[in-house]
């Protein structure tokens, strides 16, 4: 019998980018289903940066508009939900995400390959999944860029670790288009996401603000005291945030 498409939940448009309305449980459930289908699908962890970001560049732009699963990744985005009438259910932080999909793939006999970081930092964040999930296969670990220059041999090594599910750290967008871009080059992944700065997480390297400031969606705030080289990445948030209030249904 001809297995059914997955159906994702549908998506709201936040400023012309689709934010999908999911929970964590949900998109860790259609990730599941993502991957007992054949092809290639995409997770793009969106956020107010990505936004603000996507408006002056077309082709990051198509990249999330094209994304399999838009994950609602920043406390702006259920703001703005709220403010235009159509709420997000929650946010769903892809630097968790991480953590639940590692372990679905140490049940479900996915083989994992953690893309990107500082040299180094994939190899020790797959040691420590690794031990905080018995039975993980690590399909390989390396830092490399998304330069055009290196893409080919860098595909090859990917196709050649038969990897499954596919852990992409070089920074938005050039994660997302690095992603979207091989959809056709690489054979066996199954489903890859942009993880951005998560691997620095895993490892603590960076560290993640304390639950009640996550609570009180103050988490920008925390990253921003603690790395203020940050600050002008996070001018995007006032500006995102001026967008969506003057603009109540989030078209332009």
Same mark, same amino acid.
């Given at each position: 019998?001809?297995?059914?498409?997955?159906?994702?939940?549908?998506?709201?448009?936040?400023?012309?980018?689709?934010?999908?309305?999911?929970?964590?449980?949900?998109?860790?459930?259609?990730?599941?289903?993502?991957?007992?289908?054949?092809?290639?699908?995409?997770?793009?962890?969106?956020?107010?940066?990505?936004?603000?970001?996507?408006?002056?560049?077309?082709?990051?732009?198509?990249?999330?508009?094209?994304?399999?699963?838009?994950?609602?990744?920043?406390?702006?985005?259920?703001?703005?939900?709220?403010?235009?009438?159509?709420?997000? +259910? @929650?946010? *769903?932080?892809?630097?968790? $995400?991480?953590?639940?999909?590692?372990?679905?793939?140490?049940?479900?006999? %996915? #083989?994992?390959?953690?893309?990107?970081?500082?040299?180094?930092?994939?190899?020790?964040?797959?040691?420590?999944?690794?031990?905080?999930?018995?039975?993980?296969?690590?399909?390989?670990?390396?830092?490399?860029?998304?330069?055009?220059?290196?893409?080919?041999?860098?595909?090859?090594?990917?196709?050649?670790?038969?990897?499954?599910?596919?852990?992409?750290?070089?920074?938005?967008?050039?994660?997302?288009?690095?992603?979207?871009?091989?959809?056709?080059?690489?054979?066996?992944?199954?489903?890859?996401?942009?993880?951005?700065?998560?691997?620095?997480?895993?490892?603590?390297?960076?560290?993640?603000? +304390? @639950?009640? *400031?996550?609570?009180?969606? $103050?988490?920008?705030?925390?990253?921003?005291?603690?790395?203020?080289?940050? %600050? #002008?990445?996070?001018?995007?948030?006032?500006?995102?945030?001026?967008?969506?209030?003057?603009?109540?249904?989030?078209?332009?």
């Amino acid at each position: 019998m001809k297995q059914a498409p997955v159906k994702v939940p549908e998506s709201i448009e936040i400023l012309g980018i689709p934010v999908h309305k999911v929970t964590m449980n949900q998109s860790i459930s259609l990730a599941r289903q993502f991957m007992a289908e054949t092809g290639y699908r995409q997770i793009a962890t969106v956020n107010p940066e990505f936004i603000m970001a996507a408006r002056q560049d077309a082709q990051f732009m198509s990249v999330l508009r094209h994304a399999d699963l838009c994950i609602p990744d920043g406390i702006g985005l259920i703001y703005a939900s709220r403010w235009m009438g159509k709420p997000l +259910p @929650e946010r *769903v932080a892809g630097s968790e $995400l991480v953590y639940h999909l590692a372990e679905q793939a140490a049940q479900n006999g %996915w #083989r994992l390959f953690l893309l990107g970081a500082a040299p180094g930092v994939a190899e020790e964040a797959a040691a420590i999944f690794k031990t905080l999930y018995p039975g993980l296969a690590i399909a390989g670990t390396y830092a490399g860029s998304p330069a055009e220059a290196e893409n080919e041999a860098i595909v090859s090594l990917i196709n050649e670790s038969e990897a499954d599910l596919l852990f992409v750290a070089y920074g938005a967008p050039n994660q997302d288009k690095w992603i979207a871009r091989n959809r056709d080059a690489l054979t066996t992944v199954r489903l890859a996401m942009g993880v951005g700065g998560s691997l620095d997480f895993v490892t603590g390297r960076s560290l993640r603000a +304390p @639950e009640w *400031v996550q609570n009180l969606g $103050l988490e920008w705030l925390y990253r921003l005291l603690r790395e203020p080289w940050r %600050w #002008r990445r996070m001018l995007a948030l006032p500006q995102f945030a001026i967008r969506v209030l003057f603009n109540r249904r989030g078209v332009k």
